[in-house]
């Protein structure tokens, strides 16, 4: 029997509508859905392909919120586990997960390790979620030759990220985004930075003015900073 394929599937970062022509197609295609589900029970990126979904199989893979490497690993190599016993049985798999697959995705790290047994896979980008903060707020992110920094919030080296030229993303900004504030305030920076939370998805935030923050913001935030130009 010929094994079946996994694919990785970018569903983007909230709004059904900006999910991509190639990830509905395989969406639709394969016999059997993956889908990420954190330790509250919550499955966005399921909830944001469901139209495309219909009643194939769903295989719920537990990703939970977490820095233990330990345990995010038994969870990985879990997932791989259920998806390598459906391509056994010929049928294609899709691994959803929110934004873009080669971006600070779980799916990354499961699909390696289906790679690493001899599978067939493939990576189907989608549209990251700090591009469409970006479009929210109407604003580029990067000109001219401006770098452009992708931050993970959550794992230090904030105030150093902080000092680089050109723009920044910080991702998942939510439980430090006080931290970020006062960092930026301290630079005379915060007039150049804004906070997008739920983007694209039901209870949309925007801030534009981080001194009033006055609380961490949710896990689904990220915080743009724009290099000021003349």
Do not use: N
């Not at 599937?9 to 295609?29: C, F, H, Q, S, Y």
């Not at 030759?145 to 050109?166: C, F, K, R, S």
């Not at 305030?185 to 923050?213: F, H, K, P, W, Y």
């Amino acid at each position: 029997m010929k094994q079946g394929k996994l694919y990785g599937v970018g569903v983007g970062p909230g709004d059904p509508e900006l999910m991509t022509a190639k990830a509905i197609r395989v969406i639709r295609e394969s016999a059997v859905i993956a889908a990420p589900q954190a330790d509250t029970g919550g499955q966005t990126a399921l909830a944001i392909a469901a139209a495309y979904i219909g009643g194939k199989p769903v295989l719920h893979c537990e990703m939970p919120m977490t820095r233990d490497r330990a345990v995010r690993d038994a969870c990985h190599l879990q997932a791989a586990d259920a998806i390598c016993a459906q391509l056994d049985a010929g049928r294609d798999v899709a691994l959803l997960t929110l934004g873009d697959p080669t971006v600070y995705s779980s799916c990354w790290y499961v699909l390696r390790r289906v790679a690493a047994r001899g599978y067939a896979t493939e990576l189907v980008p989608g549209v990251p979620s700090f591009c469409a903060a970006a479009a929210a707020l109407g604003r580029a992110l990067c000109e001219d030759g401006e770098m452009l920094h992708i931050i993970p919030a959550t794992h230090g080296a904030v105030e150093e990220a902080l000092d680089l030229p050109g723009s920044k993303v910080l991702m998942k900004a939510g439980r430090s985004v006080l931290a970020v504030r006062d960092a930026l305030a301290a630079r005379g920076a915060l007039e150049q930075a804004a906070l997008i939370e739920r983007c694209g998805m039901d209870g949309e935030r925007i801030v534009t003015d981080l001194s009033a923050l006055d609380r961490p913001a949710g896990y689904f935030s990220l915080i743009l900073v724009k290099e000021e130009r003349e």
